[in-house]
């Protein structure tokens, strides 16, 4: 169907295709609603690991690994520690081989150990066992200090409060000492702690303060004298050494304090002092936790309430309640996401405040307003069941505010598109008029949503689902947007056009409203009117304005790359409320600064062999997490392959990475088996001492066998290392070791420690002959890698994603403008604007988060748009000037409408601040920096770059000629268009004019044609025109995505 039939469909049948899609549209409602589960935000960080990359599928498999394997007997479905017919006859010499009873008479007659000296004990006690420290109290005496605190130790399941102190915690005073004890009493004394509190509240909170008391031997903080706290913190800076230096072990538990390998100072060997070190207070910033009993969850949100008030009056004083830890982030997250609705609902209010006084029409306001429902809906509903994405994650509602946006700034467009086509004096009747509107908006429209919609989509690169999945929706969004846009909108204006004309508008000439509206509308044409008339700043010191801006962007690269660099996240703690707020304050300030926190173990790797590491779980299901695939396992009793395993055992252990500081057993399956073999007598076995290594095949198998049931049966976990058996066959290998790295969020040197281990296993699975066989072992640390695989992704990710769309941008460009020095000046001036943007971003503290790369990955789709529209407008200015006099031109047509774009999505971005959710208070800031720095690029440096570089003429123009049914219009077919270009602005289509028959307002033209509709835009009505909305269509049109909330028309004259 051609736009002309399309347009008399719209012009005749307005209000069935209004009845078509709204039965769609709730059709797709009833869908959503009745079928399609809702969102679930319970969890706002599901979605956040990566999936398919080596590190998360070496993990899955390793997990399925563990999920399959049972410790006892089990099922035989299930991978087992030993054969199954092993254990049932352990211990008994039972065999019907041939070669395994002639070997075993042959080194019994050969042995010369005496029968008498067997000994048939076997080593039992592999592994440690975790102690319970949760266990009761009762049946034991109760330690001083258990009855003093009613607790052994400070437990992270407590709710936590961390106070910050004006000064050094060693050299605190008695002043602040009994402030601080006085806080802890009015939280302890809370009508809202008692009821979620243990031990009947009777118990002593682990605070600094009671410790100090139970130091000093007195009953209560309040009890403290001025030199019970003197000579208490003095003891506390003498015994840090101490902590600093000794093992953890040496006071964990207590009791090993004078052993040789500890050795502390009688003063100090007290187990309460080093817990004040390792969970109370901070060794390098004044700040102390405490410990209340009181389990985190949802119950104590009534105390966290209250607290927070506490918060805000303490602020000032040497005490300072800082931050809390509940529990309850996600839960606040939750709450967060409906109370910041008024944020959006406050922007939404005023945009719809902005269309209001733009179009005069409650009725073109309301079906607005609607189109964006619509488009939410369809969209969820296609994310649903075309897509079959169930998992919708929370940054899915930030496509809300985008959607918004776009709405606004494509009505803007064809509204303004209507009124100027609707008064032009060649079309009177209402099908050419909507023709004509149609032709010019769906293009302009089509180009600046198909930028934003390819930056989107361009995002789907990466493997974190919960980015994929904003980005597949958002880009949905944008797309069904503007297939509404082109089907509802149209038929609204219609309608509004025959029936609702005379009786819809609101802003009577006399009434107050009106009034206040033209007011608005007067002192905004006065304001760009002002900026109009000064292009003679961009063109007498356009020398100037080159260097600067080049200079501007330089230092952003150098912020981005250089310091402080956009860098990976330095924390696993995702940041999901405001920066002030109790929870962040607590995981960004105090979790670095307390060693209970901050303390990571090191890392332990294992390497397996058998099982495939490939990830089978639903890409998009994020609660699927794969099965177990086993694969081709060598066989273990060949003495080939005794032999590797023996040689890799021995090359781990030469490595860097491997912990050599401590006696490590129990992780090599061929060294422990010989080593169990080496202590065994020869009088009535066959695994004994007199084996040989590399063993004999029937011998190592039984052996192994004999081996596995008798010692892999207590003191182990099923992550334990050794050999897995299924149906009674070795299945699967795990060898595993301590390495020396501790678990860091630092990018670089666990980026260096997973490089080293790969560089490791691919060195001594390569040239061999097991290669093939082995099928690629993997290696995995647990989880201990997972953060930096979300690092690596992000950084991965984010730089293709950008290059992705500026080559997209580069194509949308050169395919508007189809001149290659116009390219070449917008895209130099994209990317140094994006520069600016984001070295600012990281002069503000960005890091390369989740969240902040979703948002970033915008940064070129929401840059390009005024560019392009400087480019278009140049493009089409009369080609008889010079560079000068085009650069100026272009800016006095689309000067105003960047203007007043620019404020339009500055102050919606300036809404979203004061949100409680970081995500919109990011959204928020980014939008607000990105949409000033492309103005001041668009409006300063990209003209001053075109009076140097611009293309003169028709020099490097290419044009793009279609092939109509009776070939090349006439100059007559172009002249009619030139008259019309006269009624509305040529800038409203980017694209170049191309032959039809349908098309009037788009053929290909002479150049004397397209002289003559170039040099009648240099016709522009007096602003005074502006004052009557009904007459401003015969001046420029605002073809910007963000058009302006008036219309600017300005004379030669300032």
């Known amino acids: 169907m051609g736009r002309s039939r399309y347009a008399e469909l719209l012009t005749h049948y307005p209000v069935p295709i209004l009845a078509v899609i709204l039965v769609v549209v709730c059709s797709c409602t009833l869908l959503s ?94 592994g440690t066992t975790t102690p319970d420290f949760y266990a009761p109290f009762t049946g034991r005496v109760l330690s001083p200090k258990e009855q003093f605190f009613c607790d052994s130790k400070p437990r992270g399941g407590y709710a936590q409060l ?358 608005i509308h007067s002192q905004l044409t006065r304001l760009s009117r002002f900026l109009l008339n000064r292009q003679s700043i961009i063109s007498t010191i356009s020398y100037a304005w080159l260097p600067l801006f080049l200079v501007i962007s330089v230092g952003g690269a150098i912020a981005l790359f250089g310091w402080p660099r956009l860098s990976p996240p330095s924390s696993d703690t995702f940041q999901m409320l405001s920066f002030r707020h109790p929870f962040e304050v607590f995981d960004r300030e105090v979790r670095k600064h307390v060693n209970f926190l901050s303390s990571y173990a090191s890392l332990p790797i294992a390497f397996v062999f058998g099982v495939s590491k490939a990830f089978n779980g639903g890409y998009f299901d994020i609660k699927s997490h794969g099965s177990l695939v086993l694969q081709p396992l060598p066989d273990l009793s060949l003495p080939e392959t005794q032999l590797w395993f023996s040689n890799f055992c021995w090359e781990l252990r030469q490595q860097d990475f491997f912990d050599d500081s401590i006696i490590q057993s129990h992780g090599c399956f061929v060294e422990e088996l010989r080593t169990w073999i080496m202590v065994r007598s020869c009088a009535s076995d066959l695994c004994c001492q007199d084996l040989v290594f590399p063993y004999n095949q029937s011998v190592f198998s039984y052996c192994l066998d004999k081996y596995t049931a008798a010692t892999m049966t207590h003191g182990h976990t099923v992550a334990s290392p050794g050999v897995r058996y299924k149906n009674n066959k070795p299945a699967a290998v795990i060898i595993s070791f301590q390495s020396n790295v501790k678990a860091d969020y630092n990018y670089d040197m666990m980026e260096n420690f997973h490089k080293n281990v790969s560089t490791f296993l691919q060195k001594v699975t390569a040239n061999t002959e097991m290669n093939k066989e082995l099928y690629k072992p993997f290696f995995t640390a647990s989880g201990g890698l997972l953060f930096y695989d979300v690092q690596s992704t992000l950084l991965r990710s984010l730089p293709l994603s950008l290059a992705v769309v500026l080559l997209a941008s580069s194509i949308i460009v050169f395919v508007t403008t189809l001149n290659i020095l116009l390219t070449v000046a917008a895209l130099l001036t994209i990317s140094c604007s994006l520069l600016t943007t984001l070295g600012i971003l990281s002069l503000l503290g960005w890091e390369l988060n989740i969240l902040e790369s979703v948002i970033m990955s915008l940064a070129v789709g929401l840059s390009m748009d005024f560019p392009l529209h400087v480019a278009v407008a140049y493009r089409i200015s009369p080609l008889t000037q010079d560079r000068k006099q085009r650069v100026m031109t272009s800016l006095r047509h689309v000067g105003g409408c960047l203007t007043a774009a620019m404020l339009t999505t500055l102050v919606a971005g300036i809404c979203m601040l004061p949100a409680q959710v970081v995500a919109y208070v990011k959204l928020g800031t980014f939008l607000t920096l990105v949409i000033i720095s492309s103005w001041l690029y668009s409006m300063f440096f990209m003209p001053s770059l075109l009076i140097h570089i611009g293309p003169v003429g028709s020099f490097l123009q290419l044009r793009f000629k279609c092939c109509g049914r009776k070939g090349r219009r006439s100059t007559k077919d172009a002249a009619d268009k030139a008259t019309y270009s006269d009624e509305i602005s040529s800038e409203l289509t980017p694209s170049l004019p191309m032959t039809t028959s349908r098309s009037p307002l788009a053929p290909v033209i002479e150049e004397s044609a397209e002289e003559l509709e170039l040099s009648k835009l240099e016709q522009i009505t007096p602003a005074s025109a502006l004052l009557e909305p009904r007459n401003m269509a015969r001046s420029e049109m605002s073809y910007s995505r963000l058009s302006p909330i008036v219309e600017t028309y300005e004379s030669d004259e300032p």
């Not at 199954?84 to 070997?103: F, I, P, Q």
């Open 162 to 519: 961390a106070f910050s102190i004006s000064e050094d915690i060693y050299k605190m005073n008695f002043d602040t000492f009994t402030q601080l004890c006085q806080l802890q009493a009015d939280v302890e004394s809370s009508e809202y702690y008692k009821p979620v509190c243990q031990f009947d509240c009777m118990c002593r909170s682990f605070s600094l303060v009671n410790y100090v008391a139970y130091l000093s031997n007195r009953s209560s903080c309040f009890d403290v004298t001025q030199p019970d706290l003197t000579s208490t913190l003095q003891l506390l800076q003498y015994c840090y050494t101490f902590y600093e230096t000794i093992p953890f072990d040496c006071w964990y538990g207590g009791g090993m304090f004078h052993s040789r390998r500890c050795n502390v100072s009688d003063r100090c060997a007290n187990e309460a002092i080093f817990e004040l070190y390792h969970y109370i207070i901070s060794t390098d910033k004044p700040i102390t936790l405490t410990f209340i009993h009181m389990a985190q969850g949802k119950p104590t949100y009534s105390l966290y309430t209250e607290l927070r008030n506490v918060i805000s009056k303490s602020r000032n004083k040497n005490v300072h309640l800082m931050a809390l830890n509940f529990g309850l982030k996600e839960h606040e997250f939750e709450l967060s996401l409906t109370s910041d609705i008024c944020w959006i609902s406050l922007a939404l209010v005023v945009v719809v405040l902005i269309i209001w006084i733009y179009t005069e029409s409650v009725f073109i306001t309301f079906m607005t307003c609607t189109s964006m429902a619509f488009t939410v809906i369809l969209s969820y509903t296609l994310y649903q069941f075309v897509f079959h994405i169930e998992y919708f994650p929370f940054l899915n509602l930030l496509a809300t505010i985008v959607v918004i946006g776009i709405g606004a700034d494509d009505l803007f467009i064809y509204w303004k598109t209507w009124i100027s086509i609707k008064h032009s004096r060649n079309a009177s009747i209402l099908e050419r008029i909507v023709t004509y509107t149609f032709e010019h908006a769906s293009t302009a429209m089509f180009v600046t949503s198909a930028s934003t919609a390819t930056a989107f989509f361009a995002c789907t690169y990466t493997d974190i689902v919960s980015m994929r999945c904003f980005c597949i929706y958002a880009g949905t969004c944008v797309l069904v947007h503007y297939v509404i846009v082109i089907t509802w909108l149209p038929a609204c204006v219609v309608i509004y056009e025959k029936y609702a004309l005379r009786g819809c508008h609101v802003f009577g000439k006399e009434s107050k409203v009106g009034k206040l509206f033209r007011s």
């Open 33 to 126: 609603v009745l079928v399609a589960k809702p969102p679930d935000f319970s969890d706002p960080l599901q979605g956040f690991i990566p999936r398919y990359t080596d590190i998360h599928s070496s993990y899955r498999a390793w997990h399925s690994l563990v999920e399959n394997t049972a410790i006892s007997s089990g099922s035989r479905d299930l991978l087992t520690f030993y054969p199954l017919e092993e254990k049932a006859t352990a211990g008994t010499w039972n065999t019907t081989t041939s070669t395994v009873n002639e070997l075993y008479q042959r080194l019994r007659r050969s042995s010369s150990v005496d029968a008498s000296n067997e000994s048939d004990s076997e080593i039992t006690s592999y």
